[in-house]
């Protein structure tokens, strides 16, 4: 049995809980809701004895974000100090425990979920964390987004706020889990090499650069530069680099009278056989039949009778 231990609340919290009658009725079947959903979500600011023990686990996956404050949990045998901005990820029914500090109780936000993807996202969430609280920069949008989601529940239960609800959720998720991508500023773009490359190579499509070129733009050795641009991307930076061309020739094809051979020109490549079989590969049509498709599925409406 689980046990829970605090004073008769904490100044300011906020506590929602999903009856079980939504949970099955609804979330659990509904087809955008039952890939993900919330069933309870709370706020408890400086949380003095706050204490919560569950022997053998729930069968939900609990997520608490520290943004003040202090307190530890335990897993797997493992106890773990939390301080500011550190994320907890329980999975279900794993056993576990979890308290504030006695002096300098923290500050959480923390939310239960279920749902068919909702393992693989803790999954994930562990897979990008080099441990089982990892940091995440304080963010005044994250933070909005997680109250907008506790006001906009208190707006009942009907089907469509449901759905928004959990949509939302997802993206808070989004937050949790690429943060980096998320939250990126121009500054974050400029020290990444890989970001700085790939915004280098959009703004000069139309040209043509050997690997050195890139990675000497990135400033690193040109295996260790296409080792880690796969790494992030999952393409040679050569590969990647021809894929935004392709996107550019799309864009040609959809927008544009010009010849295939002048838009292989405007994009760095000479050759025309080599662009169309590039772009076959990439797209799976040819540039001439990709534009009659295009072209084909966006002809104005004629009426063919007076009104």
Not at 40 to 66: L, S
Not at 93 to 119: C, L
Not at 192 to 212: C, G, Q, Y
Not at 254 to 259: A, I, L, N
Request: aromatic share 14%; proline share 5%.
């Amino acid at each position: 049995m689980a046990r829970i231990k605090r004073r008769e609340g904490f100044e300011g919290q906020r506590l929602l809980v999903v009856p079980k009658k939504v949970t099955s009725n609804f979330l659990k079947t509904d087809p955008v809701t039952k890939q993900i959903f919330i069933t309870d979500i709370g706020y408890y600011p400086k949380a003095r004895h706050h204490y919560v023990a569950r022997p053998h686990g729930i069968d939900q996956h609990i997520i608490i974000y520290c943004t003040d404050g202090y307190g530890w949990f335990e897993i797997d045998r493992k106890r773990i100090e939390i301080s500011p901005s550190q994320l907890i990820t329980i999975p279900a029914n794993m056993p576990h425990q979890y308290a504030a500090h006695p002096d300098r109780p923290w500050t959480i936000y923390w939310v239960h979920f279920k749902g068919e993807i909702a393992s693989f996202i803790v999954d994930l969430i562990l897979r990008n964390s080099k441990n089982e609280k990892p940091y995440l920069s304080f963010s005044e949008s994250r933070i909005k987004l997680f109250q907008h989601i506790c006001d906009s529940m208190e707006y009942g239960y009907g089907e469509d706020n449901l759905r928004y609800v959990n949509m939302i959720f997802s993206h808070f998720l989004t937050s949790l889990i690429y943060e980096d991508k998320l939250y990126k500023t121009v500054t974050d773009v400029e020290k990444d090499p890989i970001a700085h490359t790939i915004k280098f190579m959009n703004s000069h499509v139309e040209k043509k650069f050997r690997l050195s070129e890139f990675a000497d733009y990135a400033k690193l050795s040109r295996s260790h530069f296409s080792a880690i641009f796969k790494i992030k991307t999952g393409y040679s930076p050569v590969e990647y680099f021809n894929q935004l061309k392709i996107q550019k020739a799309c864009q040609y094809l959809s927008f544009t009278d010009q010849s295939i051979k002048a838009i292989a020109k405007n994009l760095g490549i000479d050759d025309q056989y080599y662009f169309t079989r590039v772009f076959t590969r990439l797209i799976g049509n040819s540039p001439s039949e990709y534009r009659r498709k295009i072209r084909s599925e966006s002809k104005p409406y004629v009426l063919k009778h007076k009104v």
